[in-house]
């Protein structure tokens, strides 16, 4: 199987290598370029050709994502992190507001981009954070105008309402076996004073609901899957892979295409219309400045012409920061079942029925919880987890014995960091310096909402099945207890946003139409446009960003 599947990827490869030649030996000139295949360059690269008149290009650093470890959940959780196949494996700068920690934060590097490897929860953003996008001057992303792409992007398994889509591409599925700790979880939350939510995605958001994951009948349903697969059949547009961006051609003030890098040889390619660069939080930027659009001085530093002084690029990095709540249980949990026979009998129960530990996304349960105060949001959320485990410099670590854990999430932080150039070579990741406890707001938000997952936890039924709490142990009880724990163990729950933001102000780098500033028919599309990162986690807003945006780029939306 594995010979078949090495032979087909040389294959793939030599065809998309001729596929390329042949358009460049034609002068052939593509309309569009979109650069990355995640969960927003899947979807604009899709939905711009739906136009057969659009002749579309999308490129991908990584390979295929038809492999059972994008597919499979349970697998893909295992072995896809960390795994340079289909990682990017980026590791923070030290990081002075956590004594120098150094976090491991995963990008998926593989068409579907982050999608292919992701957690798989489907978490909206809150119609509060998009209104406060439009109030910082991002007309046409208030919650009344992005509600509606939310809806045709997807089709959800609850059916279609006001607020949920039923005929979209992406399938939205409701969990496909809930393990017997993880309704004990919900049930304590709900005694613990938590509101049982229906569907979280709907107003209102605070409360206790069961997690809605990116699947279709127990399989992972990427961005890929769902709108790259189909449109691959179209011949007006063609999908490279395991190809880098080495920089985007401007021409004066113009994006006239881009500099590419396959099997050794480097390559030109036009765009007659535009370049959209879906790369990601740390992709984005990294291509922006390695073709002169950037901090001048960060520029110069590495020899690099500057095209367009964007202050703004690379800056207002914001992520989750995430504590951990770990218990030894006395039942069995997903993080012991290793052995062999338990790989033989799960999988065999997936493949038959697409259920059981195999078609389990990482969190079971999602909440949200307001400590709201004095003007200050101070918004956390809950993802609990049927298996123990830490996350590290390498990703998830599996604990030894049975054992549950929680996420405390921070929404709506305050905390910024940046992302810079640490050389000229476009090979070389940039610098990541998330400053993710810089402002102490965060801390103490933090602090609220891990007394009170610790709270949960003490709650029947769940207490019935708590063996002894060890992270952070019962040895943490006062305030500054708290803050030491925090700050020693908090990490960025690899949510990353906002490094080429969207706005007014002077350090905007694209306006309400995602256009960069000072280039023309250059675009952004992906988590780096957000001004404030959302209350949720990224996929469903990324695909959100991706399907307005080929609606703005094609102009359809003012006709």
């Known amino acids: 199987m594995g010979r078949t599947n090495g032979k087909r990827n040389i294959i793939e490869t030599l065809i998309q290598t001729l596929i390329l030649w042949r358009d460049v030996l034609e002068n052939s000139i593509f309309d569009y370029i979109v650069i990355g295949s995640g969960s927003s360059g899947s979807v604009v690269a899709s939905r711009l050709s739906e136009n057969p008149n659009h002749k579309v290009l999308i490129v991908e650093a990584g390979g295929s994502d038809k492999t059972p470890m994008v597919l499979i959940p349970g697998l893909g959780q295992l072995k896809a992190y960390g795994n340079p196949k289909y990682d990017w494996r980026y590791i923070a700068e030290p990081d002075p507001t956590r004594n120098g920690a150094e976090d491991y934060m995963p990008r998926g590097r593989v068409l579907g981009g982050t999608s292919s490897i992701n957690a798989m929860s489907y978490v909206r953003g809150t119609e509060e954070d998009f209104d406060t996008w439009a109030d910082l001057g991002c007309s046409g992303w208030a919650w009344k105008d992005v509600l509606p792409y939310f809806k045709k992007s997807e089709s959800f398994e609850g059916g279609g309402s006001k607020y949920r889509g039923s005929n979209g591409p992406l399938a939205v599925s409701f969990l496909r076996s809930c393990h017997p700790l993880s309704k004990a979880f919900f049930d304590s939350a709900v005694n613990a004073g938590m509101k049982k939510l229906e569907d979280y995605n709907a107003p209102a ?11 279709l009948r127990g399989v992972r349903h990427s961005a890929s899957r769902a709108y790259l697969w189909p449109a691959m059949k179209r011949s007006n547009l063609v999908v490279l892979k395991n190809t880098v961006v080495k920089k985007i051609i401007i021409d004066g003030s113009r994006a006239q295409g881009i500099e590419c890098f396959q099997q050794g040889k ?3 390619v036009s765009a007659s219309k ?3 660069l879906s790369a990601g939080t740390f992709g984005s930027p990294h291509l922006l400045m390695h073709s002169g659009v950037g901090p001048s001085k960060n520029l110069k530093e590495h020899g690099i012409q500057v095209n367009v002084d964007l202050e703004g690029v690379g800056k207002n990095l914001q992520d989750h920061a995430g504590t951990a709540h770990s218990v030894w249980v006395n039942r069995s949990t997903y993080n012991t079942e290793t052995k062999p026979w338990h790989y033989v009998i799960n999988g065999i129960n997936w493949c038959l029925t697409g259920r059981g530990p195999a078609s389990s996304p990482t969190a079971q349960v999602q909440g949200t919880k307001y400590w709201d105060k004095n003007g200050t949001f101070s918004r ?3 993802l609990f987890t049927p298996g123990g485990f830490k996350l590290g410099i390498s990703g998830p670590e599996f604990y030894k ?3 549950v854990t929680g996420l405390i999430n921070l929404h709506r932080p305050y905390s910024k960091g940046y992302v810079y150039l640490k050389s000229n070579n476009p090979f070389d990741l940039p610098a990541v310096q998330p400053n993710l406890l810089s402002d102490s707001r965060d801390v103490e938000a933090l602090l609220k909402g891990h007394k009170f997952i ?3 936890f003490t709650h029947k039924p769940l207490s019935r099945f708590v063996v002894e709490e060890f992270s952070p142990g019962k040895n943490v009880i006062s305030d500054e207890e708290w803050r030491v724990f925090i700050r020693e163990t908090a990490i960025g729950v690899y949510h990353p946003a906002g490094t080429c933001k969207m706005g007014k102000d002077k350090d905007a780098v694209v306006d309400e139409k995602l256009r960069v500033k000072g280039i023309d028919s250059l675009y952004i599309a992906d988590a780096s446009i957000m001004p404030n990162v959302v209350s949720g986690n990224l996929n469903a807003n990324c695909v959100m960003i991706g399907e307005k945006a ?9 006709r």
């Open 205 to 215: 958001r605070e409360g206790i609901g069961f997690v809605q994951a990116t699947q």
């Open 266 to 268: 480097t390559y030109n």
């Open 274 to 276: 535009g370049v959209i």
């Open 380 to 382: 956390v959320q809950y």
């Open 401 to 403: 014995r049975p054992a």
């Open 454 to 456: 610790r709270e949960i």
């Open 550 to 558: 080929a609606d703005i780029i094609t102009d359809r939306q003012n």
